[in-house]
């Protein structure tokens, strides 16, 4: 059984920044890719960012890029979300998420383990 436990989130004013971590425990694999969604009241869990546990790579979604940056800590089995320049539209419900099959993609339904999510609200 793999447990994802998010934690970091918080109320933050546009332009400063947040830091989320996801503590995975159980079972998990080199292979694995790590992702973070997120979804905001009434609209879609849409893709934040992943990264591979394997060699560290990463993906964006558009809107993020050169704002956040996701890392991973192998040792510690966490993944990191290190968001900047926040705006009121990255307000939502963070979700950290885990695949097996090294997808890196942005469907949702694609991932295997969902951790609880952590609310992120940027004041304007």
């Known amino acids: 059984q793999v447990q994802l436990v998010e934690s970091g989130g918080g109320l933050v004013q546009a332009g400063g920044s947040l830091r989320l971590s996801c503590a995975a425990s159980g079972r998990t694999f080199s292979s694995w890719i790590m992702g973070w969604f997120r979804q905001a009241p009434g609209k879609e869990r849409e893709f934040v960012a992943a990264?591979?546990?394997?060699?560290?790579?990463?993906y964006y979604t558009d809107s993020v890029k050169g704002r956040f940056t996701i890392s991973r800590d192998n040792a510690k089995n966490t993944v990191y979300l290190q968001m900047n320049s926040l705006k009121p539209e990255d307000t939502a419900v963070y979700y950290c998420?885990?695949?097996?099959?090294?997808?890196?993609?942005?469907?949702?339904?694609?991932?295997?383990?969902w951790g609880q999510g952590t609310q992120v609200t940027v004041s304007s």
């Open positions: 990264i591979s546990w394997r060699d560290g790579s990463t």
């Open positions: 998420a885990a695949n097996k099959r090294g997808y890196t993609g942005s469907y949702y339904n694609l991932y295997d383990f």
